[in-house]
């Protein structure tokens, strides 16, 4: 079987040669990998270790397209800018993680009124059309499944006014929270309209969604159905009607949003973060009949770099996540630089190995 | 008395912060936590059972919930944000030493970490069992961990890391205040850490929620 017509399959849970394979690393992680010598020069993950997916991220949903992110601050780690939301935001320069929120222009309905929902337009120049059509090509090359990706409407929203805010204001303003939702559920809508139309379809959506904290989501899955449920509906519907399969990403224990989630049509989750909470075979048991599943596989197992430790978990979910056909092999978030290069590889090895049909 | 410190508890375990919040539509009206904490030190109730029997008792029933799951982030923030209203009233008497803390908790997030959602919420509802905290932000360092500690004699300590690439940064905290400061408690939390983790690094504790920091704590 093609990547292509194996991740199909997968999705759907149809019967296929063997479980799928795909991982997300830290950028240390494929720094360190090259510089020990072990990934050739110019040789992408992708190709190195026979990724069945391959995503392309070809949308910019900031509030000002045209402002120039405005530096704070500068330290030798660590850089403080301003954003096109009004954002003030943290990042790390050594490694790639989430932003510290250390200020927001938007702090009520007023200020998303006046400084980010106006310039929320289906503009063409957010889209990288060409990105896109770059890895829609190389994907078909390489027989890849191909999706777009992008976030979703609650990764949408706290980049503008924080989490706190934002979960505040389901309490305190929800009628503001359900607009920004329907603001870019819609934008989102518009935007694969217009880059499919000219583009072509991809072969899936992965949509990015961290909703869950340690052994808890940050809302209820009666809030998920009232505010971030009709903003998964609004894109997932055209997708549907497309015959396009829909992962959803998020980190975090998001167990008691699955029910949620399978209503607004997400087709398989990912990432099923362990550490987090997440139980893959206790996710497969309840809807391993309705819904795929990507990763769910310990990282924290991994870089013990103890073999047998990586084989008990290999061996004691595979087994049995590979019954519906529903699975793709990768780690619970992404490999950060302490796996060494010979545990991953050993990983994704016997993990297909135990996974073949 | 008893009265009045119920229905500041309830404020709180409610999230209602003053008159003219909204939240929640039920309370649409009703004086919030701002009015009846200054309403009851009017009254002559003293700083320290206002704290106590009041601003306390009702996080703790939030808290409890959170726990249990029954109630969600926004519950908690509302919550927090309703004690900081109550609170405000009360911080010229502890300035004074009218009312008392429990104790002083530092808290933040270990060196090359800047996740601050978990963090926060902890400090928040540490606050609101009655404790003084001191949040050092995110991406600190163990030495300013250590100053912290040493200007606030008998303070215990809360490391908070959501990356498992920044774990070891806390086990340098870890040692380097137990080791400067012998007898300083401290507790770890965050998504990739377990109670096996905290014992290896010699912290004195693990908790997977805010309540279980609070109950740390007062033990």
């Known amino acids: 079987m093609t990547s292509i017509e194996r991740i199909g399959n997968i999705l759907r849970r149809k019967p296929v040669d063997r479980i799928g394979v795909f991982e997300h690393f830290w950028g240390d992680t494929h720094k360190k990998w090259s510089s020990e010598g072990h990934l050739p020069e110019g040789v992408p993950l992708e190709d190195h270790f026979g990724f069945d997916l391959q995503l392309c991220w070809p949308f910019n949903l900031v509030g000002k397209l045209d402002f120039q992110p405005e530096t704070i601050e500068e330290t030798e780690e660590t850089i403080l800018q301003r954003d096109g939301n009004g954002a003030v935001l943290r990042r790390h320069k050594l490694h790639d993680s989430t932003p510290e929120h250390v200020d927001f222009l938007v702090k009520d309905r007023a200020g998303w009124e006046e400084h980010v929902k106006p310039f929320l337009t289906p503009d063409r120049r957010r889209i990288n059309f060409e990105a896109y059509r770059e890895a829609k090509k190389l994907a078909a090359e390489k027989q890849r499944f191909f999706c777009w990706s992008g976030v979703g409407v609650f990764e949408c929203m706290h980049p503008v006014c924080g989490h706190q805010e934002m979960l505040m204001a389901m309490l305190t303003d929800p009628g503001w929270v359900k607009d920004m939702v329907n603001t870019y559920a819609q934008l989102t809508a518009d935007l694969m309209e217009i880059l499919f139309a000219e583009e072509g379809w991809p072969d899936g959506i992965w949509f990015y969604e961290d909703m869950g904290l340690k052994g808890r989501p940050f809302i209820s899955l009666d809030m998920y159905r009232e505010f971030i449920q009709p903003g998964h509906r609004t894109p997932i519907a055209i997708c549907a009607a497309n015959g396009l399969p829909v992962i959803m990403h998020s980190c975090g224990y998001v167990e008691p949003l699955v029910p949620g989630m399978m209503e607004s049509g997400v087709d398989c989750l990912q990432v099923i973060e362990v550490k987090a909470g997440m139980d893959l075979l206790r996710l497969h048991a309840d809807y391993g009949d309705r819904l795929s599943f990507i990763g769910g596989m310990d990282v924290r197992v991994l870089y013990t770099n103890d073999r047998a430790a990586i084989e008990r978990e290999l061996a004691g979910k595979i087994p049995e996540v590979k019954r519906h056909y529903g699975y793709v092999l990768h780690s619970d978030h992404s490999i950060p630089d302490q796996v060494e290069y010979e545990s991953y590889r050993y990983f994704v090895e016997r993990g297909l190995e135990l996974g073949t049909y | ?219």
Request: charged content about 20%; glycine content about 12%.
């Open chain 2, 1 to 219: 008395m008893a009265d009045l410190l119920e229905q500041i508890a309830v404020c709180i375990e409610r999230g209602k912060v003053n008159a003219n919040s909204s939240y929640p539509p039920d309370m649409k009206g009703q004086e919030g936590a701002d009015e009846l904490v200054k309403k009851a030190l009017a009254d002559g109730i003293a700083p320290d059972d206002v704290l106590s029997k009041g601003l306390v008792v009702g996080m703790g029933r939030v808290g409890q919930k959170f726990s249990e799951n029954k109630v969600f982030v926004p519950d908690l923030l509302m919550a927090a944000k309703a004690m900081s209203a109550g609170m405000a009233h009360l911080k010229p008497y502890f300035e004074s030493g009218q009312a008392h803390h429990k104790g002083v908790f530092v808290i933040g997030t270990v060196q090359g970490d800047l996740h601050d959602i978990g963090k926060n919420l902890v400090a928040m509802v540490v606050e609101g069992g009655g404790w003084k905290v001191i949040d050092l932000g995110v991406d600190v360092s163990p030495e300013k961990f250590l100053s912290a500690v040493q200007e606030n004699p008998g303070a215990a300590v809360g490391l908070s890391a959501l990356l498992t690439t920044t774990m070891v940064n806390m086990e340098k905290t870890v040692k380097l205040v137990k080791e400067t400061v012998p007898g300083t408690k401290v507790i770890v939390g965050g998504a990739p850490l377990t109670a096996e983790f905290a014992n290896k690094i010699g912290a004195d504790g693990y908790s997977p929620d805010p309540q279980g920091a609070i109950a740390f704590l007062s033990a």
